[in-house]
């Protein structure tokens, strides 16, 4: 279910003489998640920095978190008119680049910050949530790079308010012959 088109990927690469080309230009339907919104992965990378060799498309396979440890996430998220997500924080480099509609952030200590569309949220590694207080849908799409844990005091700060298997999103059967 999603509010908005299914956003179109185009994703380029190389032929074997070196040329620039297209891989890939599709749609990736956004789906409901574990976390009660829709969102699709557009990109995912297993290191950093990324590999850009071969013609491997990562969203073939279901992401396992909200964030990669060891690379990159881009996500597009669609939240329902008047919703809460619950507070969270992943350890990783968050940018929120909101594309239609209108966000609050919130954050553990009660501060809320309101986003309109071309407004960038910087987390970094943060408690936060997202409220949509308007009747209409927002998106937003979020690049998560893989970042050391904050340290406080000598306690690091790790994921919370999450579960691995509410964030699974994406990928498909691999059958003979794909």
Not at 52 to 76: C, I, W
Not at 117 to 139: L, M
Request: aromatic residues 6%; negative net charge.
């Amino acid at each position: 279910m999603s509010f908005f088109p299914d956003p179109r990927r185009i994703v380029t690469g190389h032929d074997d003489n070196g040329n620039s080309i297209i891989l890939k230009d599709s749609r990736i339907p956004c789906e409901m998640t574990g976390m009660s919104v829709p969102w699709a992965v557009l990109w995912e990378t297993d290191k950093f920095p990324a590999d850009n060799n071969g013609s491997d498309d990562p969203t073939d396979k279901q992401t396992q978190s909200l964030a990669n440890k060891n690379g990159v996430v881009l996500r597009v998220v669609d939240i329902p008119p008047r919703t809460n997500s619950a507070f969270h924080r992943t350890v990783s480099l968050d940018f929120g680049m909101l594309f239609e509609g209108e966000l609050d952030c919130h954050l553990d200590n009660g501060v809320k910050i309101h986003m309109k569309p071309g407004d960038v949220c910087v987390q970094r590694g943060t408690i936060h949530g997202w409220e949509n207080p308007t009747d209409k849908p927002a998106r937003i799409y979020f690049v998560l790079v893989a970042a050391n844990p904050v340290e406080i005091s000598g306690k690091q700060l790790s994921n919370a308010g999450f579960s691995d298997h509410e964030t699974v999103s994406g990928g498909r059967e691999r059958t003979e012959g794909d």
